[in-house]
């Protein structure tokens, strides 16, 4: 079945820095959706990226959708504490539901 | 509103108890989702409801069972706890599918932590 791969697992940073994840999968996705999940709480929908080579901004973040529309990365530029959690993607699988990546932690120190 | 919510927060089980979680939506979403969460293994599919009365297995549906008789309850049913069980489960909703623009965002309730000993 389809899959989707997350890399790195976990990531840590001084604040400031920049920070990027990556998604891939093994099939071409019609869209494909971030989630961020802060210590000890629930995921939380960030974006979604449907068109190939799509490139969104959320202030910080910076999301793109590969042209092939088989990867997907998250950038954060400049973290910040408050940029500490674990981001999903997630791709329709061939059913009603989401395949999720393992996800990426994250930690910021500052 | 107040979105999804779960019931209990936390459990303990001990080995061979049953117990049901619960989850209710009050944004009149058709489709609903469990998923158990076990530690750096991200998000796995247990089983998913498209609306009332119809349900389907996700990844990892055995050991578990669901029921949709309203569009806003999904109770998920653990019989005979096993400690494989131990892990964080959340429900999900999300509006129709459409097949042009892919699934609409999904929204989680705040987990269940249960613990089987």
């Known amino acids: 079945g389809q899959q989707v791969m997350q890399i790195p697992q976990y990531q840590h940073v001084q604040e400031g820095e920049d920070f990027t994840t990556y998604c891939n999968s093994s099939?071409?996705?019609?869209?494909i959706q971030w989630y961020k999940q802060r210590p000890g709480g629930h995921p939380v929908f960030l974006i979604q990226?449907?068109?190939?080579?799509e490139v969104k901004k959320q202030k910080r973040l910076t999301f793109q959708f590969g042209e092939a529309k088989k990867n997907s990365s998250l950038h954060i530029t400049a973290t910040q504490t408050t940029d500490v959690g674990t981001y999903f993607c997630a791709g329709p699988d061939s059913g009603y539901a989401l395949n999720f990546g393992k996800g990426t932690s994250l930690l910021v120190t500052p | 509103n107040a979105g999804v919510t779960q019931t209990p927060k936390f459990r303990i089980l001990k080995i061979g108890q049953s117990m049901t979680l619960q989850c209710t939506q009050d944004m009149n979403h058709n489709y609903m989702y469990w998923y158990r969460q076990d530690p750096g293994m991200g998000l796995k599919l247990i089983y998913y409801?498209?609306?009332?009365?119809?349900?389907d297995k996700g990844e990892v549906p055995n050991g578990y069972n669901v029921s949709r008789s309203t569009t806003e309850d999904f109770p998920l049913r653990l019989e005979l706890a096993a400690p494989s069980q131990t892990s964080v489960y959340f429900c999900?909703?999300?509006?129709?599918?459409?097949?042009?623009?892919?699934?609409?965002?999904?929204?989680f309730g705040p987990g269940t932590r249960l613990t089987v000993t």
């Open positions: 409801s498209v609306g009332a009365g119809i349900t």
């Open positions: 099939t071409t996705l019609s869209n």
């Open positions: 999900a909703s999300s509006q129709r599918y459409l097949r042009t623009s892919g699934i609409y965002e999904q929204y």
């Open positions: 990226l449907v068109k190939s080579g």
